[in-house]
């Protein structure tokens, strides 16, 4: 069964740092390229950084471009989204998608 599960979120105070993952099973992680998302409060899922199947090719939003690293392990079928200085408006659901098959999120809460 194919599956995607994030971890990695919690409350944090602003300024702070957090690494999420997100790991795959049930297929072949390697072939296939992956985003990380994030869905704020009252708004829609918005696309952060994605990766191709090699890691050779990245794109993250000017957005969060100075605070954002997507990363992958192939041998280990995760993705990494370390997260520093982070800012209330980071605040919401993070989602890794890799290939069509999606997880159920992990939930970052930026305050003091």
């Known amino acids: 069964q194919a599956q995607v599960v994030e971890s990695g979120g919690g409350l944090v105070q602003p300024g702070g740092s957090l690494r999420l993952s997100c790991v795959a099973s049930?297929?072949?992680?390697?072939?296939?390229?992956l985003g990380w998302y994030r869905q704020a409060p009252g708004k829609e899922r918005e696309l952060l950084a994605t990766?191709?199947?090699?890691?050779?090719?990245?794109y993250t939003s000017d957005s969060v471009r100075e605070r954002f690293t997507v990363s992958r392990d192939n041998p280990k079928r995760t993705t990494y989204l370390p997260i520093k200085d982070l800012k209330p408006e980071d605040t919401g659901v993070y989602y890794c998608?890799?290939?069509?098959?999606w997880g159920q999120g992990t939930q970052v809460t930026v305050s003091s």
């Open positions: 990766m191709n199947r090699s890691g050779g090719d990245t």
């Open positions: 049930g297929f072949t992680f390697d072939t296939l390229g």
């Open positions: 998608g890799v290939g069509f098959e």
